[in-house]
């Protein structure tokens, strides 16, 4: 009888305290962005998760690790996603198919060399501090954003 009551005050005690937390409070609410406000604005966003949608506009036919997302908007924009782990779920049968993605946003400098040669040995702690140093020096960099997929749904 003593271990029953103290089963039952162990129970009491860990549902009094909250136990497991729910899906629903566990999930993170992700905001939909237009791709537009993203390849414009990717420094505000960039290492954060986002969501997306689109239509799939061109898979990778040499690696198959990537593919182009399109707005569906008036837009002529798109942004390139890196399928990681899920490369096996795409193929080019999808182009023109509509997407939902989800990822990290990520930055890469692709004319982070010319900064080098300006100012050898620089130590840029975050994209946006090279940026600076290299509008500084008077170099315009060429950002080129792109989505780490974490999730995605075929619509």
Same mark, same amino acid.
């Given at each position: 009888m003593k271990k029953l009551f103290l089963l039952f005050a162990a129970g009491l005690i860990i549902t009094a305290c909250g136990g497991p937390a729910t899906d629903e409070a566990a999930r993170e609410v992700i905001e939909t962005h237009a791709i537009a406000e993203l390849v414009e604005q990717p420094i505000d966003?960039? /290492?954060? %998760? $986002?969501?997306?949608? /689109? $239509? !799939? =506009? &061109?898979? @990778?036919? &040499?690696?198959?690790d990537k593919m182009r997302v399109a707005? %569906? =908007?008036d837009e002529p924009v798109s942004i390139q996603v890196r399928l990681g782990d899920?490369?096996?779920q795409f193929s080019v049968e999808l182009e023109g198919s509509e997407v939902a993605v989800t990822g990290r946003l990520m930055i890469e400098v692709m004319?982070?060399?010319?900064?080098?040669q300006h100012d050898e040995g620089h130590d @840029?702690?975050? %994209?946006?501090e090279a940026i600076a140093l290299m509008a500084e020096r008077g170099i315009d960099p060429n950002i080129r954003p792109y989505l780490e997929l974490q999730a995605?749904? !075929?619509?």
């Open positions: 966003y960039e /290492g954060k %998760t $986002v969501r997306l949608e /689109g $239509v !799939i =506009d &061109h898979m @990778c036919r &040499h690696s198959g707005s %569906t =908007d899920f490369m096996n004319n982070m060399e010319e900064l080098e @840029c702690e975050s %994209t946006e995605f749904e !075929i619509k």
